[in-house]
């Protein structure tokens, strides 16, 4: 799908410039691509034109650039746009210029046709797996959406990327094995509560064990040996100091012998040093 855009070009560029065009109705935009880059002034109304198209932001642009009293005219396509959070107003708009010669790659939307699925009608669940495909081919050759058809699915069956059909000229980027759609078989009542059962009533969810808690059985044990521990080394300690004593005590007694020996010999001499006197006399 192509559409027709009608651009300007401005010298002029800043967030003022920016303020300033918002102010009288315009947006700020820019082309780039093929080796130049030009500085627009777009009407925001022709942006919304190209998202409210079909094909969206793949739609071909061609655009008719006013430069002066010239015009150039140029094909493109919406690469990427600004709103604003609050009003959703477009701010700011990018354009993407190609050449029809060249095979881009860009993402087309997935669009699901077709009936009923044969596993929806017994009970199952269509699935929407893949909302959009990456593929390559020439600007004029992108599709607006890729058909898929999954009418004669049953349950627990799907549509891979190799079996979806796609327009001559386009060749789809993913992985051929992923999934498109499927039918997923439906879940029962009791599979649905069990999934969404809690704890019973009655009992309590148990207590998450922590690193580093301990019981008080195990607080006491601890503390019990820390008490044996002390009162041991207490025990070694006071015989340490007790021996060391009593040591000191029987050392000091056998010196004192030995000097109470000496004083008594002194006074078997004095008392033979006198009865020697008395026989000279």
């Known amino acids: 799908m192509q559409v027709d855009m009608k651009v300007e070009t ?3 560029v800043g967030k003022g410039v920016a303020r300033t065009l918002r ?4 947006i700020p935009g820019v082309l780039y691509g093929q080796g130049e880059c030009l500085s627009l002034t777009i ?4 942006v919304r034109k190209v998202l409210h198209s079909e094909s969206g932001s793949n739609t071909l642009l061609n655009v008719s650039i006013a430069k002066g009293s010239g015009e150039m ?9 600004q709103l604003d959070p609050v009003t959703g107003a477009i701010l700011h708009a990018d354009l993407f210029e190609v050449a029809l010669d060249k095979p881009i790659r860009v993402r087309v939307p997935v669009a699901v046709t077709g009936g009923t699925p044969v596993g929806v ?7 929407h797996n893949r909302r959009e495909l990456h593929v390559e081919c020439l600007p004029s050759q992108i599709p607006a959406h890729i058909m898929v058809d999954p009418t004669a699915l049953k349950i627990n069956q799907g549509i891979h990327v190799k079996e979806v059909p796609v327009p001559p000229g386009v060749r789809i980027l993913d992985d051929p094995d992923m999934m498109v759609v499927s ?5 029962s009542e ?5 999934l969404l059962a809690t704890t019973p009533a009655g009992e309590t969810a148990a207590e998450p064990e922590l690193i580093g808690k301990a019981t008080e059985e195990e607080v006491s044990e601890e503390a019990a040996a820390a008490g044996e521990k002390a009162g041991e080394k207490a025990g070694e300690k006071a015989g340490e100091k007790a021996g060391v004593k009593a040591g000191d005590k029987a050392g000091a007694k056998v010196a004192a012998a030995p000097a109470a020996g000496t004083k008594e010999d002194k006074k078997e ?8 006197g008395e026989k000279k006399k």
């Open 183 to 187: 039918v997923a078989a439906p879940i």
């Open 43 to 46: 009407d925001p109304a022709e």
């Open 23 to 26: 102010r009288q109705g315009k």
């Open 190 to 194: 009791a599979k649905l509560e069990a």
């Open 10 to 12: 401005r010298e002029a």
């Open 73 to 81: 005219k140029r094909t493109a396509m919406l690469r990427d746009y």
């Open 269 to 276: 001499g004095k008392e033979a040093k006198d009865t020697k």
């Open 121 to 127: 009608a017994e009970g199952g669940i269509l699935q």
